[in-house]
């Protein structure tokens, strides 16, 4: 009992009077002090003098360590190493490389990892040359308000047809397709007005080459306009749309096999997003948020806001008419976002532009200042925001990216100090390149506005020449 009770405490005090020696018989067991300590864990260090290469480029990993016998190399590269060193590596992989060195020792094992961004070794291409076009029968008169004489290419799909529309010398609207051999027909959807100002417009075109945009009838009245690929023209309208002028329905965007998304204006001035299935079926969506008030509600964006997954992106207007991007999935989760930095003033705010096959988003917002700056929203949420250097940072000036290729390259517009308009193309690195269209005015409200780009980096949209006369352009390379 004593020994039970009390032989612990007694070992105990034991220990803590010896400095070193045997302790026998206490509490009936015997052993011996070590005042060793364990061995330190290993540690090391891996590093690569370049963190981004071409493929075929080479980088130098280096790396030391302490406390270990031996070291394993594993990921991108493989096999024992020395535990101290250095190599050199020529991936050929594009994409990210990680390089992991483990080393153990008596204290354990430790790793590190350096990651090396491998990009594709593309051999110089040809310098970009630039076309421009005019559609036969367009208008010759420059500087015209509301809408100017002259020829909009607006989308471009991947055989490098195009369509648009142009306004006559009467003011009158009329859709074209352009062939990828530059022949250009001009069409107009039944029931189109002639007036000044009316007519049919065209917007988006799909890799069938089937044509959206809206038809304007004898009262101003818009209404959704398909052009299938055989030249067959159908109009529709959403159900709820309003019947006054500048009400209606617009078609905005068609992705493969003729899904439409588009918008409409109710009776109430209220904008609305619809989804149009191939059979007609037409679905309106509504961002939960989205204001009720007159030109409030939720808006789709043009051109290629539509993806072939079937994912539709745009802006929502709400009650305090501030904007808000808008992403809504395939299965019709809808997901709102605002870029950092964006204003929260009536009118500021943020604008989803595109979105590609992967649901990397490009957009615009205007901040505080009401400055415009881009930005691309990867899949994850994440933005990267987008300045072309050379733009503008008054009021209404900045960066405004307008078209996303399957790659992820953005094209789009900027106006710098005086009011100028140029285009660029951010490519998928974020390497920007800025281009003007050789014919294009130099004065404030002249310039180069890109409207649509697609994976060959073939970009078209119109340029305002020296007098204010808009003309097409395609720029190839």
Not at 169 to 185: K, Q, S, T
Not at 188 to 197: M, N, Q, S
Not at 254 to 267: H, M, N, Q, R, T
Not at 416 to 434: A, K, M
Request: proline share 6%.
């Amino acid at each position: 009992m004593w020994r039970n009770r009390f032989g612990t405490s007694l070992c105990l005090s034991l220990l803590l009077l010896m400095s070193a020696g045997a302790v026998s018989s206490c509490g009936g067991g015997s052993g011996s002090l070590n005042n060793t300590p364990p061995p330190a864990t290993p540690t090391v260090s891996l590093t690569a003098n370049a963190t981004s290469i071409v493929s075929g480029q080479s980088s130098t990993l280096t790396w030391s360590s302490t406390g270990a016998s031996s070291c394993a190399a594993t990921d991108s590269w493989s096999g024992p190493e020395a535990i101290s060193g250095s190599t050199n590596i020529t991936p050929t992989a594009t994409g990210t490389a990680a390089y992991t060195l483990t080393c153990t020792g008596a204290g354990g094992m430790q790793s590190a990892t350096v990651n090396i961004n491998v990009k594709p070794n593309v051999s110089p291409s040809p310098s970009p040359s630039t076309i421009t076009f005019d559609a036969p029968g367009a208008g010759t008169v420059a500087g015209q308000v509301p809408l100017p004489q002259g020829t909009f290419p607006y989308a471009i799909n991947e055989t490098g047809a195009i369509g648009g529309d142009f306004q006559d010398a009467n003011n009158v609207l009329h859709g074209f397709f352009r062939a990828a051999d530059g022949l250009i027909v001009a069409f107009d959807a039944p029931g189109a007005g002639i007036g000044a100002f009316q007519g049919t417009q065209g917007f988006a075109i799909n890799s069938e080459g089937a044509i959206v945009g809206k038809m304007i009838d004898a009262g101003y009245v818009p209404h959704g306009m398909l052009r299938a690929s055989d030249g067959t023209i159908t109009t529709f309208d959403a159900p709820g749309a309003g019947t006054g002028a500048d009400q209606g329905s617009v078609a905005m965007n068609i992705g493969p096999g003729g899904v439409i998304a588009g918008i409409y204006l109710d009776v109430n001035d209220v904008v609305h997003t619809f989804l149009r299935a191939p059979d007609g079926a037409i679905t309106p969506i509504d961002v939960p948020e989205a204001g009720t008030g007159a030109f409030q509600g939720t808006a789709v964006c043009g051109v290629d806001c539509l993806n072939p997954q079937g994912a539709i992106v745009g802006y929502f207007i709400d009650r305090n008419n501030v904007n808000h991007g808008f992403l809504r999935a395939p299965d019709g989760v809808i997901v709102a976002f605002d870029a950092p930095g964006a204003g929260t003033g009536a009118g500021q705010g943020t604008f989803a532009l595109g979105i590609n096959g992967v649901g990397v988003i490009a957009g615009s917002y205007l901040d505080a200042n009401n400055v415009y700056h881009g930005f691309a929203r990867n899949p994850d949420g994440t933005m990267t925001v987008v300045d072309v250097p050379g733009a503008g940072t008054g009021s209404s000036l900045g960066t405004l990216p307008s078209s996303i290729n399957s790659q992820g390259a953005i094209t789009g517009q900027y106006l710098d100090g005086n009011n100028v308009t140029h285009g660029f193309l951010r490519d998928e690195y974020g390497t920007i390149t800025t281009f003007d269209v050789p014919a294009a005015g130099t004065a404030s409200n002249r310039g180069t506005t890109p409207a649509s780009n697609i994976d060959s980096n073939a970009i078209t949209g119109w340029y305002t020449d020296a007098s204010g006369l808009y003309h097409g352009f395609l720029r190839t390379g």
